[in-house]
């Protein structure tokens, strides 16, 4: 065929031009949601409880790039073809929830405020995907979801290098930043452990990436002495390691851990303290007994709930005495389903959750790439939702690693479990 009449020789330097402006895009939705992380966590906004909903600089700033981010949407032909290809997964019904949650402002005491933190929700995560469906394939998405995941991590931490003693670990202890962290070695260990003994030159290039972070984040969430992510990771990696029927090292895991336990108890003198102090860092016996301070939390947000368990109070918001309203503050990914919009909004965030859990398990049974990862991050992020949460609630920095990860199975490792085996095998070997 003659060059002159060839579509793709005629139109090559068409699409190489197209194919940087798109990376262009895709680079300007990154530092649009870093500035948002370096908002929260570098520069804090410091204001009275009450005046969650005040529109200062600060939340200026973050009303901005909400709006940016809204603006390459509307301008951007990837939000359609993302949105279509997405409609029938779970992200419908995790659309739908936060569709709940923008009309929870119609009985909310601050309708504004609900309206906002449900639309913000949207587009951040909707953005995130888009980005990450520029990738030209799945490892390229990979790579820079664990490489911008990794780096949030960094920017999360910025807080704690602005006072405090550097070279204690009191002054990093936190669950903010090793929620994030978790979720990368919980990822990376998952799918290291499942390409096995793989030898084919693009699995060992890929193994060394999943390495490289997952030994760059396992330091981080030991720094940040978190409970919650120590348990999150805990149980991602049992899930991953029963799921790839490593029952031997399951079962080694587990005698470790009844051994340091005895070892503790019987050698150590002063009875579990010695484990208590790994598992749950910088807690007494009362903050462990009550979950640090949440367990009474939870008790009053029971009750709230109660007395409106049908539609909530509105996403984000509580009414207290004397017509005063609080942000929505449960430690509880649950209990803000529940303060927000109900049993309404928790039966459709339940069935996304099934649906999330339908389409895990199809690509497990099919060993796509990526789908082992995917399965403990995710599982190790929920866990780590019960006492922060990063999902089903408004948008926080934890959530950008959570959704970059849930994005690029929706965008890539799902897709790849309607592909048949053959084509499977050559997409590795390319």
Sequence with gaps: MDKKTDP??????????????YQIVAWLIWVAHFVFIARQKVFVRRRPGLDFDTLDTYALVDVFVASFLALVLLCNGKTFQFLSRAYKSSVFWLLAYYVICALSAVWSS????SLYRSIEFAIFFISLAVAISYSSGFKQAERRVLLLSLLSVFVQMGIHMTGGNLFSLWTWHTNAYTASAAMIFVYCAGEY??????????????????????CLSLPLLALGTSSASNVAVLFGMIVILLVQRKIA??????????????????????????????????????????????????????????ESPIWGYGLGVLPTKGARVMA????????????????????IFLVFAVKLALEVTRSLKRKTDGATGVLGALA?????????????????????AFFSIYALFILYVYPSSFKSPKSLSSDGAA
């Design 380 to 400: 190790a992020g929920f866990v780590n939702s019960l006492s922060m949460p990063m999902i089903a609630d408004r948008w926080v920095t934890a959530s950008f």
């Design 110 to 113: 601050r309708p504004a405020y």
């Design 8 to 21: 793709l020789s005629a139109s090559y330097p068409e699409r190489r031009v197209a194919r940087k402006t």
């Design 193 to 214: 452990l499942a390409l096995g003994e793989k030898k084919l030159s693009v699995d060992r290039e890929r193994k060394k990436v999943l390495l490289t972070y997952g």
């Design 328 to 347: 929505s503050l449960s430690h509880n990914f649950v209990f803000s389903i529940l303060i927000g919009t109900g049993f309404l909004g928790f039966t």
């Design 249 to 306: 090292l399951t079962m080694i895991i587990i005698y470790v851990i009844i051994i340091y336990a005895s070892l503790s108890f019987f050698l150590l003198g002063g009875g579990l303290d010695s484990l208590l102090n790994v598992v749950f860092p910088f807690k007494t016996e009362q903050g462990i007994l009550t979950y640090g301070g949440r367990v009474a939390i939870w008790k009053f947000y029971a009750a709230r709930i109660a």
